[in-house]
């Protein structure tokens, strides 16, 4: 498979640690995805705040282009979620802004980004 070419939208520097789970796809397969400890932490609050996130990683894996890896479109989309959420004033972690709103805010103003839609509680399904 084809990497994403264009990861100077994920913030992480090279020594970020990158660290593995299995985290189950858009066909109900468990995958190995390897993203930084930083994003991890952000899945993990978004799950502590009541947010819904193995469904909404499968629905956004339904729309993933087969040339990219489910680690680096994972990798993205969080980002991608942790900038919007930010944006839009929703709760967020306490280290927010995430690394390279910046540019994330950029590439939305210019059309190359659209902002993520936010994971439904458990009680919203």
């Not at 991890?40 to 799950?47: G, I, T």
């Not at 979620?81 to 690394?99: A, D, E, F, M, V």
Request: aromatic share 12%; hydrophobic share 35%; glycine share 6%.
């Amino acid at each position: 498979m084809d990497k994403i070419k264009n990861t100077k939208i994920l913030p992480a520097t090279h020594s970020a640690e990158m660290i593995g789970r299995m985290v189950e796809n858009a066909f109900g397969v468990k995958e190995a995805v390897h993203v930084p400890r930083s994003t991890w932490q952000f899945y993990d609050w978004c799950q502590e705040n009541g947010l819904d996130m193995a469904h909404w990683v499968r629905e956004i894996d339904k729309v993933r282009s087969p040339r990219v890896e489910f680690s680096d479109y994972l990798w993205s989309c969080l980002w991608g979620l942790h900038c919007s959420r930010y944006k839009q004033g929703l709760p967020c972690p306490p280290w927010s802004p995430p690394q390279g709103y910046e540019s994330f805010l950029k590439k939305v103003e210019s059309g190359e980004m659209k902002e993520m839609n936010k994971p439904l509680t458990k009680d919203e399904d």
